[in-house]
């Protein structure tokens, strides 16, 4: 009860409760929020401050950047949803706010695309090495099992088109990647998704922001070739797996396409079946499938192997004294 009342408290204010409102329609920086608001740098900021401690709000640093969003779930993100949908849409002050939102949202998705554009064309160029993307993704989904996945966490989200594509099996999906214009790449395209479920944050994959066992699906789409110790990165997304959880790995076979090295900042040149069953079972986990995905063409191309291991369930004594898996 004393939670609600402060968190009525903290909306009982004109200008939180639009930022509440704003925020209801996806992450915004402080700076942008200012733009907005049309107030000063110092009150917004104690605004969101005020918004945070009550637990409407939540904060996720992305370098030199802040962004604030509603939290992700319980009392405060339904009141705070409720109340943005409750304001009034001809109200002469939320009509000023959404059309400066607006404005600050073509901003940010035009710097997100001019980013894209010059990333675009590598991408392209390896791409053209391997089989089309929609066969990479209907293995992975296969290769993932049908779900359904409370927490789905994506390692190097990209432009967070793995989000999208397990969109309909993932209550909520989290990506996370260390490039920030990458990441405004990712939450335009989420956003334009309409998957308002799945966000973006800032994070190394040696350090994932995530307690233990608290996913049940870990996504590494074409990461680990670009680490130099990927047995580290396998390890921490084992670590955030809940028991009977799905670590999917997709990359490369071993190649000797040296210019990825040289020309794409590749670190890896490929992995074979016993190196990712090595680290997989050092991190606790048991590989259960694995698939190859070879070009047409083979000569100068790129064979993408799907690895997919578990977390073994808990395991509980039965009746009879014996050890038996706990199904999930």
Known sequence: ???????LKALAEPTRLRIASLLARGELTVSELVQVLGQSQPRVSRHLK????????????EGAFVFYRLVASGPGYR?????GEMSPPDDPVLKRDLARLESVKTARAAAAEAYFKRAAEDWDKIRALHLSEDDVEAAMRDAAGSGPFDLMIDVGVGTGRILEVFADRVKEGVGVDINHAMLNVARLNLERAGLSEASVRKADVSALPFENEVADLVTVHQVLHYLDDPAIAIAECARVLKPGGVL??????PHQLEFLKTEHAHRQLGFSDEDITGWVEESGLELRRRASLHPEQPENRLTVKIWAARRQPVRAPSSTGKVESVRR
Do not use: H, S, W
Not at 50 to 61: K, M, N, S
């Open 1 to 7: 009860m004393d939670d609600l009342v402060a968190q």
């Open 50 to 61: 005020l918004l945070t401690a009550a637990g409407l709000v939540e904060r996720l640093p």
């Open 79 to 83: 009141l705070a949803n409720v109340i």
């Open 248 to 253: 999917l790995i997709a990359d490369f076979a």
